[in-house]
């Protein structure tokens, strides 16, 4: 059985060492999981100028001696770094000759990966050259960097708006592989496609940007079984909104802690952010916060009840409500809902 692990879009640069150390962290997986062969979907660089600063890293420190094969593709933002007979270390393959797919097959014979060079478009000349490919008895994988058209929640990067090797799923599916395995979205993306076949984005294996949040993955391939995330340890932000509302203070700071204790990892970014209405003393609340989670992870937007619903607005909302003929389960909900919009209102601009 052959053991395939997955990434992409690292975007390598100088002055991001915890993008080398994710890469790292990925070789480490890779051989935790008794991985043959690590794929990646382009972007290693994140400009063509940085290849010749950090080439040196790699061959020495990444891509030499290790236990299993790297088979890499270009990406939009790195296929110039390509150009020419570089060497990247022992264990590298590069597939980088726009007028040719490469192929890596595994030395059990049950695993095969066919590369697609970068470029912009998949012109009729590379797909009949992949349709036309040689016939291969095992788990047959595609390996390119480019642009699904499919409801995908992630960006890629700075170039949202660009298209790069746009392909469809109709398109991928004709041609046949069991597995498509891509880079260009940042972030991590399962599918099945129509017949069975699976397509995945790892996303970034360290947060490039604060919008990408969550603990950072790649994918796993064992033949004869369906893709899979793995958890990487790397540096990523991590993301946490509440919203108090009277008497629900002691329940949404234990929401916190066990968030904090059971997320927040070494390698993590994180930002809390808390609004609403509490029904004490803001200092005091402001305390048990700080009591919690480091202060420089906390944005504290919330207001104090008092400070509601001593504005006029807020005490004839509350008479008038009084005087509906609404079951009080309904008039609690909607007091609630009240003091959650005018505690957001009262903290981000204060009550006029």
């Given at each position: 059985m052959t053991?395939?692990?997955?990434t992409?879009?690292?975007h390598?640069?100088?002055?991001?060492?915890e993008?080398?150390?994710?890469?790292?962290?990925?070789?480490?997986?890779a051989?935790?999981?008794?991985a043959?062969?690590?794929?990646?979907?382009?972007?290693?660089?994140?400009?063509p100028?940085?290849?010749?600063?950090?080439?040196g890293d790699?061959?020495?420190?990444?891509?030499?001696?290790?236990?299993?094969?790297?088979?890499?593709?270009p990406g939009n933002?790195?296929?110039?770094a390509?150009?020419?007979?570089?060497?990247?270390?022992?264990?590298?393959t590069?597939?980088?000759?726009e007028d040719h797919?490469?192929?890596?097959?595994?030395?059990?014979?049950?695993?095969r990966?066919?590369?697609?060079?970068?470029?912009?478009?998949?012109?009729?000349?590379?797909?009949l050259a992949?349709?036309?490919r040689e016939?291969?008895?095992?788990?047959?994988v595609?390996?390119?960097?480019g642009?699904?058209?499919?409801?995908?929640?992630?960006?890629?990067?700075?170039?949202?708006?660009y298209?790069?090797?746009?392909?469809?799923?109709?398109?991928?599916?004709?041609?046949g592989f069991d597995?498509y395995?891509?880079?260009?979205?940042?972030?991590p993306h399962?599918l099945?496609?129509?017949?069975?076949?699976?397509?995945?984005?790892?996303?970034t294996?360290?947060?490039?940007?604060s919008?990408?949040?969550?603990r950072?993955r790649?994918?796993?391939?064992?033949t004869?079984?369906?893709?899979?995330?793995?958890?990487?340890?790397?540096?990523?932000?991590?993301?946490?909104r509440?919203?108090v509302t009277?008497?629900?203070e002691?329940?949404?700071?234990?929401?916190?802690?066990?968030?904090?204790?059971?997320?927040v990892t070494?390698?993590?970014?994180?930002?809390?952010?808390?609004d609403?209405?509490?029904?004490?003393?803001?200092?005091?609340f402001?305390e048990?916060?700080?009591?919690i989670?480091?202060?420089d992870w906390?944005?504290?937007?919330?207001?104090?009840v008092?400070?509601?619903?001593?504005?006029?607005?807020?005490?004839?909302f509350e008479?008038?409500?009084?005087?509906?003929?609404?079951?009080?389960?309904?008039?609690e909900a909607?007091w609630?809902r009240?003091?959650?919009a005018?505690?957001?209102?009262g903290?981000?601009?204060?009550?006029e």
């Amino acid at each position: 059985m052959t053991t395939l692990v997955h990434t992409a879009d690292v975007h390598l640069r100088p002055d991001a060492q915890e993008r080398l150390d994710a890469l790292e962290a990925v070789l480490e997986a890779a051989a935790d999981l008794g991985a043959d062969v690590l794929t990646i979907g382009g972007d290693l660089f994140d400009r063509p100028a940085d290849v010749e600063t950090l080439r040196g890293d790699l061959r020495n420190r990444c891509f030499t001696d290790l236990p299993f094969e790297v088979v890499l593709v270009p990406g939009n933002h790195d296929v110039d770094a390509f150009r020419g007979d570089l060497f990247f270390g022992d264990a590298c393959t590069v597939v980088a000759d726009e007028d040719h797919f490469g192929t890596w097959v595994a030395p059990d014979g049950d695993l095969r990966v066919v590369c697609i060079p970068y470029c912009e478009t998949a012109g009729d000349e590379l797909l009949l050259a992949l349709a036309d490919r040689e016939p291969f008895d095992g788990t047959d994988v595609l390996l390119f960097h480019g642009s699904l058209d499919a409801p995908i929640g992630a960006d890629a990067g700075e170039e949202d708006t660009y298209r790069y090797f746009p392909v469809t799923e109709a398109l991928l599916v004709e041609l046949g592989f069991d597995h498509y395995l891509a880079g260009h979205y940042h972030g991590p993306h399962l599918l099945q496609f129509e017949g069975g076949a699976e397509f995945a984005y790892p996303g970034t294996p360290a947060s490039t940007r604060s919008s990408e949040t969550g603990r950072r993955r790649v994918v796993r391939l064992e033949t004869g079984e369906g893709l899979a995330f793995e958890p990487l340890e790397s540096f990523h932000y991590l993301e946490k909104r509440v919203t108090v509302t009277p008497g629900r203070e002691d329940a949404v700071l234990e929401e916190l802690r066990e968030w904090v204790e059971t997320a927040v990892t070494p390698t993590a970014h994180p930002s809390i952010v808390v609004d609403g209405v509490v029904d004490r003393a803001e200092t005091e609340f402001a305390e048990e916060l700080v009591g919690i989670a480091d202060p420089d992870w906390i944005t504290n937007e919330t207001v104090s009840v008092e400070h509601v619903t001593a504005h006029p607005v807020i005490q004839e909302f509350e008479a008038r409500l009084g005087e509906t003929d609404w079951d009080d389960e309904t008039k609690e909900a909607v007091w609630t809902r009240t003091l959650r919009a005018a505690g957001r209102v009262g903290s981000s601009r204060g009550l006029e």
